[in-house]
């Protein structure tokens, strides 16, 4: 080969080699990307009516957990307002008076309250049947905690009976879940308090199930990420940044299951506290 070839092949080289460096550059941010997802396998879909199975959850150590069986479990709830809470058949039972159902802005709301502290980040897990579908409105309270870190069934907290704002815009802080609205609603919304902000709003899986069918709800709160699921379905999805409605609750706190008066009658059965895997 000679000399000109040499120096000619070497200038191609020279030119092709940039061409090259260029092309790996541009591909690296997908293998970049890629990277951080097998980091974050917890996140799952975001896409509402798609699949949500979280990856990090200590399945094999429940904070909490019960079958609602023993007439015992039944130590580890407080009801503040409705008519009564009781065992039938290994469900929880929740129930207002009829007669009271009516007054939406009063009397014989409901939440019972698991005395149990769980940690800030936490998968819930319960089924679920409300004695009417098409009629009822139902709610999930977590991360309740004093607005100065006090236990919420301690003074200074005042006491409760039932009445929405004293969750809402009172003395403690939560976010809440509203995850079956009977009626025409058709929205699963999240919220929180205090302020009853609306942050987020989904599709409520419950309405339309059979009248008769039990089903699993899931709520996942790790950090500022709430996501809840309703047989793995997703069904609304929220992201706190801490800046919009105050810092993140990232507390310790109380779980507490709410009815309004115009659900009536409901059933709950294995409640499970999930802790997440660090």
Not at 102 to 131: I, M, S, Y
Not at 148 to 162: K, T
Not at 179 to 185: D, S
Request: charged share 20%.
């Amino acid at each position: 080969m000679g000399r000109k070839s040499i120096f000619k092949n070497a200038r191609s080289i020279i030119v092709i080699l940039p061409l090259l460096l260029a092309l790996i550059i541009i591909s690296r941010p997908n293998q970049t990307y890629s990277n951080k997802a097998k980091q974050h396998p917890a996140q799952g879909t975001m896409t509402v009516g798609g699949k949500f199975i979280p990856k990090d959850v200590d399945l094999e150590h429940p904070v909490y957990e019960t079958s609602f069986e023993d007439p015992l479990s039944l130590n580890d709830w407080l009801l503040e307002g409705g008519k009564k809470m009781r065992l039938d058949k290994g469900n929880l039972l929740l129930e207002s008076d009829k007669d009271d159902a009516e007054d939406q802005q009063d009397a014989n709301h409901l939440v019972c309250w698991l005395t149990k502290e769980v940690p800030g980040d936490f998968l819930l897990e319960f089924t679920v049947r409300p004695k009417n579908r098409k009629e009822g409105l139902n709610i999930v309270f977590f991360n309740a905690r004093g607005t100065n870190g006090e236990n919420i069934f301690q003074p200074p907290i005042s006491p409760r009976n039932g009445f929405f704002k004293q969750y809402t815009s009172g003395d403690i802080n939560n976010y809440h879940v509203s995850y079956w609205a009977g009626g025409t609603r058709g929205t699963a919304n999240i919220r929180k308090n205090t302020g009853f902000h609306l942050v987020a709003t989904g599709k409520d899986l419950v309405l339309p199930a059979p009248s008769g069918a039990f089903q699993t709800v899931r709520i996942y709160k790790k950090g500022g990420n709430i996501r809840l699921t309703v047989d793995d379905i997703l069904s609304v999805a929220y992201d706190d940044n801490g800046k919009d409605f105050g810092p993140i609750l990232n507390n310790s706190g109380w779980i507490g299951l709410r009815q309004m008066a115009h659900t009536v009658s409901c059933e709950y059965g294995h409640l499970r506290v999930y802790p997440l895997i660090p």
